[in-house]
C-alpha cells in the first residue's frame, strides 16, 4: 500500500527529476486577466522548472496580492519580464534561442501529442475569453491544441497551461529514457 511522502522524501525525488532536466522551457502569456488564473499558472510554471516567462497585453500582475492567493510565493521563483507587445516577447523569446509554440484552437493547430516540443521551447497562451491574438498566432514557430473528447469545448488557460509544460517536459524525460527512481520513504 502506498503512502505520501514526507516533505524530505518529496525534496529528494523533486532533486532526482531535476538533476535529469537539462532542456529549457519558457512560457509566454498574453493577456491573462484574471489572478488567479495568472496565480495558477506562476505556480504551474515554478513546479516545471520555467526558465522564463513573458507577460503581454493587460496579463495580470505577478504581485498583484490576488495573484499571490493562488501562486502561493511562486512568482519569485520564476523569471518573468513584462512587453507591451506580443511581438516584442516573441523577439525577446527567439533572441533567446527559444521556438515559440502556440497552444490554441486554430486551424493549422497539430495536436499536442505531435506538436515539435524539443527542448529550448517556449509555449504561448492567450486571453480567458479569446485565446491568442492573431499577432501572436501569426508570429508563432507552431501552434498545437491540446485533444478534448468530452462535451465542452474548451480549457481553463491555467489548465491549458499546466497540461502542455507537462507534455513538454514528459517529453524531454520519456527521451531520456529508463525511469527515474522509485519515490522513497512511505
Same mark, same amino acid.
Given at each position: 500500500m502506498s503512502t505520501q511522502l514526507r516533505p524530505t522524501d !518529496?525534496?529528494?525525488? $523533486?532533486? =532526482?527529476?531535476? +538533476?535529469? *532536466?537539462?532542456?529549457?522551457? &519558457?512560457?509566454?502569456?498574453?493577456?491573462? *486577466? =484574471?489572478?488567479?488564473?495568472?496565480?495558477?499558472?506562476?505556480?504551474?510554471?515554478a513546479t516545471f522548472g520555467v526558465d522564463q516567462l513573458w507577460l503581454t497585453g493587460n496579463s495580470?500582475?505577478?504581485?498583484?496580492?490576488?495573484?499571490?492567493?493562488?501562486?502561493?510565493? *511562486?512568482? &519569485?521563483?520564476v523569471p518573468h519580464t513584462r512587453f507591451a507587445t506580443s511581438g516584442e516577447a516573441l523577439a525577446a523569446a527567439r533572441g533567446e534561442g527559444y521556438k515559440v509554440v502556440a497552444v490554441e484552437l486554430a486551424g493549422g493547430a497539430v495536436p499536442l501529442h505531435t506538436a515539435p516540443l524539443e527542448p529550448d521551447v517556449c509555449l504561448a497562451v492567450g486571453a480567458e475569453d479569446h485565446g491568442c491574438s492573431p499577432a501572436l498566432l501569426s508570429g508563432a514557430d507552431a !501552434?498545437?491544441?491540446?485533444? =478534448? !473528447?468530452g462535451?465542452?469545448?474548451?480549457? $481553463? !488557460?491555467?489548465?491549458? *497551461?499546466?497540461? &502542455?509544460?507537462?507534455?513538454?517536459?514528459? +517529453?524531454?524525460? &520519456?527521451?531520456?529514457?529508463?525511469e527515474a527512481d522509485a519515490p522513497v520513504g512511505g
Amino acid at each position: 500500500m502506498s503512502t505520501q511522502l514526507r516533505p524530505t522524501d !518529496v525534496k529528494r525525488l $523533486n532533486r =532526482q527529476w531535476r +538533476r535529469r *532536466t537539462e532542456g529549457r522551457l &519558457a512560457l509566454l502569456v498574453e493577456s491573462v *486577466t =484574471q489572478p488567479f488564473n495568472m496565480g495558477s499558472i506562476l505556480r504551474t510554471c515554478a513546479t516545471f522548472g520555467v526558465d522564463q516567462l513573458w507577460l503581454t497585453g493587460n496579463s495580470a500582475d505577478p504581485g498583484d496580492p490576488k495573484v499571490g492567493k493562488t501562486a502561493l510565493g *511562486t512568482a &519569485a521563483k520564476v523569471p518573468h519580464t513584462r512587453f507591451a507587445t506580443s511581438g516584442e516577447a516573441l523577439a525577446a523569446a527567439r533572441g533567446e534561442g527559444y521556438k515559440v509554440v502556440a497552444v490554441e484552437l486554430a486551424g493549422g493547430a497539430v495536436p499536442l501529442h505531435t506538436a515539435p516540443l524539443e527542448p529550448d521551447v517556449c509555449l504561448a497562451v492567450g486571453a480567458e475569453d479569446h485565446g491568442c491574438s492573431p499577432a501572436l498566432l501569426s508570429g508563432a514557430d507552431a !501552434v498545437t491544441y491540446i485533444p =478534448q !473528447v468530452g462535451r465542452v469545448g474548451s480549457l $481553463n !488557460v491555467a489548465v491549458a *497551461t499546466a497540461i &502542455a509544460l507537462s507534455e513538454a517536459r514528459r +517529453r524531454e524525460w &520519456a527521451s531520456l529514457g529508463g525511469e527515474a527512481d522509485a519515490p522513497v520513504g512511505g
